[in-house]
């Protein structure tokens, strides 16, 4: 058993930013690779980034690139996201998850609650 509990949403202007955590508990954190996907208005849950359980490789949404960072401190049992230059169309519930595997195999095991993040034009 993983328990995910995600912090750091609000509101934020257009072009503000926000860092997002997620503090894991239970099996070992960094047997995992982590990562976060997000649910806007009317759809569907789609895909943000991931990164390795080791934190050495990372990977983006195109609709990020360039915009957001995902890091992870396996000391301290936590994955962040950095979002910077924050778009009206980024407004969401963000989700922070594991995967059974490699990322690339886009298999989530554990969410959390997810945290509201919008943005105000």
């Known amino acids: 058993q993983v328990q995910l509990v995600e912090s750091g949403g609000g509101l934020v202007q257009a072009g503000g930013s926000l860092r997002l955590s997620c503090a894991a508990s239970?099996?070992?954190?960094?047997?995992?690779?982590m990562g976060w996907y997000r649910q806007g208005p009317g759809k569907e849950r789609e895909f943000v980034a991931a990164i390795r359980w080791s934190g050495g490789s990372t990977y983006y949404a195109d609709s990020v690139k360039g915009r957001f960072t995902i890091s992870r401190d396996n000391a301290k049992n936590t994955v962040s996201l950095q979002m910077n230059s924050l778009k009206p169309e980024d407004t969401a519930i963000y989700y922070c998850n594991t995967y059974r595997g490699p990322y690339s195999r886009r298999d989530p095991g554990y969410w959390g609650q997810g945290t509201q993040v919008t943005v105000s034009s």
């Open positions: 239970g099996r070992t954190f960094s047997n995992y690779d």
